[in-house]
């Protein structure tokens, strides 16, 4: 017999038990708002030389300065592998520092240079004049209800964190 975790668990039971009957569509319309934020970022700063996975992995560090690679796949639920690629990338473009980390020298802490954190703050600053640009065209019963839904956002948010969190260590 097999153990399911939670996230497990959750899948398992049908749509409506588990998320209500506007679970699926929430799923859904996260998935497009972030497919879409993606899309309008490209567009109003196509210059930005930085994908999406390596700007991820910048505000994660800006997050959590000194973190590990390891700690910093784990967070982002990526391959070592792939971690490693990605530092590389941003330390030879002058973005992140590598440092050894603690008593044993093989170990690495990653840091932002001042251009990584520039690089940051101009993202966030182009999500937030895009968001905010939408925001001015809806109407105000739509901006309301959406300041109202902040709080269980972020509560959502950190549900789903804690299901990755919980798969993750098991």
């Keep these: 017999m097999t153990v399911m975790n ?16 506007a679970g699926p569509e929430l799923a859904d319309t996260v998935a497009r708002l972030r497919r879409a934020m993606r899309r309008a970022a490209r567009a109003v700063d196509p210059a930005n030389p930085l994908a999406v ?17 390891g700690e910093l796949a784990r967070r982002l639920r990526l391959a070592r592998n792939s971690v490693t690629t990605l530092v ?8 992140i520092t590598r440092s050894a980390g603690g008593r044993d020298g093989r170990a690495v802490a990653l840091k932002l240079t001042d251009e990584g954190l520039e690089a940051v703050e101009a993202w966030k600053s182009t999500n937030t004049s895009i968001i905010e640009a939408a925001l001015a065209s809806l109407g105000e019963g739509h901006n309301r209800a959406l300041a109202g839904a902040l709080p269980a956002l972020r509560e959502l948010t950190h549900a789903v964190d804690a299901l990755a969190d919980a798969s993750s260590s098991e």
Excluded: F, T
């Excluded at 939670?6 to 009957?21: K, N, S, T, Y």
């Excluded at 910048?58 to 959590?64: M, R």
């Excluded at 590389?88 to 973005?95: I, P, S, Y």
């Design 88 to 95: 590389n990338g941003l330390h030879a473009k002058g973005l």
């Design 6 to 21: 939670e996230c497990d668990r959750a899948v398992a039971r049908p749509a409506e038990d588990r998320l209500g009957p």
């Design 53 to 69: 996975a390596q700007l991820e992995l910048l505000s994660a560090v800006a997050d959590e300065p000194g973190i590990r690679p």
